[in-house]
């Protein structure tokens, strides 16, 4: 007599960013599991699960937030019991990567920290990953698995759109976002400008050209990520001296690292609209930062995973970068 065995979907959340954890297992329907986190005195870090995981198909949503090493090492752990205790696929839901804009070696003697991550996330026991937004899209072949790469454009785009703004013109920052700005400005059906940014030194940046036309018209600034805000601060200023009007600015992952919210306080940035990929504290939740929720996409793609079905339909063939 053969036995079919059914496979069970469970989530798990590490502790980076546990609201975004049970903000998707609600949106999937279903309990998010028990798991026992704690740190000995001398900073190590215990994981138990407590609950069986033996052949169940397993995600751990762990965002790389604040402190970043440690939020690393957790998952890493956590992959490590899942594998022990026998689970059939551990998938390692990282809405932001950590280490991502370490893709290349740009200096002699540079490490690819990207890939690096990689390696040990490989090397702990994962089977698959799930990011958001990729700082750069050659990551995906750090993986000798399936990495899904999605992506909150659709759902930034759909919240500009709704603003019904007139002389509108999508803005990439720099020449590395120009592939997403053109996805934007293709969406939202409007023309689009490209700045040309150097760095002089390590989260520095400076605008040297605008190439498009700006004058007169509403911006809206896409990137990836937003640190220090350096870049798109800078942005926002060179557009106000060519004579743009009013400034938005779009981003997936709000780092809003050391003095970036009063840079943006103080900009020229009318709003800036991110995700909760990463969590956005209260004391950084100023006015003009409008915090979306990719909870629904990655409910919808952990879904997908599991039955098997097509990633890209949830984001339209966005996701490729």
């Known amino acids: 007599m053969r036995e079919v065995t059914r496979k069970s979907l469970m989530v798990f959340t590490g502790t980076s960013y546990r609201e975004l954890g049970e903000e998707i297992a609600t949106g999937i329907g279903v309990t998010l599991g028990s798991v026992d986190i704690s740190r000995f005195s001398n900073g190590e870090i215990y994981v138990r699960f407590l609950e069986n995981v033996r052949g169940g198909d397993v995600f751990i949503v762990q965002t790389c937030a604040e402190p970043i090493n440690d939020n690393i090492m957790e998952l890493l752990i956590m992959i490590d019991a899942l594998k022990r205790a026998s689970a059939k696929r551990i998938t390692a839901v990282m809405p932001y990567y950590g280490y991502s804009r370490q893709d290349k070696k740009t200096l002699a003697r540079e490490p690819i920290t990207a890939h690096l991550v990689a390696d040990i996330v490989t090397a702990a026991g994962a ?49 590395g976002r120009v592939k997403v700005a053109k996805k934007l400005s293709d969406r939202l059906h409007l023309p689009m400008a490209i700045m040309h940014k150097r760095r002089p030194e390590k989260n ?26 350096g870049t798109m601060v800078e942005a926002a200023d060179a557009l106000k001296k060519r004579g743009a009007k009013d400034i938005y600015a779009c981003a997936t992952h709000p780092i809003l690292s050391g003095s970036a919210v009063e840079r943006i306080d103080l900009s020229a940035i009318k709003e800036l609209v991110v995700t909760n990929s990463l969590p956005v504290p209260p004391e950084r939740k100023i006015d003009k930062i409008t915090v979306l929720s990719i909870a629904p996409l990655l409910a ?18 966005d996701n490729q970068t």
């Open 204 to 229: 520095v940046a400076e605008i040297a050209h605008v190439i498009g036309e700006v004058e007169g018209m509403n911006c809206v600034l896409i990137d990836d990520m937003v640190d220090t805000a």
């Open 300 to 317: 919808n793609t952990i879904t997908a995973v599991f039955k098997e079905e097509s990633v890209s339909e949830i984001v339209g063939g």
């Open 127 to 175: 089977n698959r990953v799930v990011s958001v937004d990729l700082h750069a899209g050659q990551i995906q072949g750090f993986f000798d698995y399936p990495l899904d790469h999605v992506t909150a454009l659709p759902l930034l785009a759909s919240y500009i759109a709704k603003k019904n703004l007139k002389d509108m013109v999508v803005v990439s920052p720099d020449a």
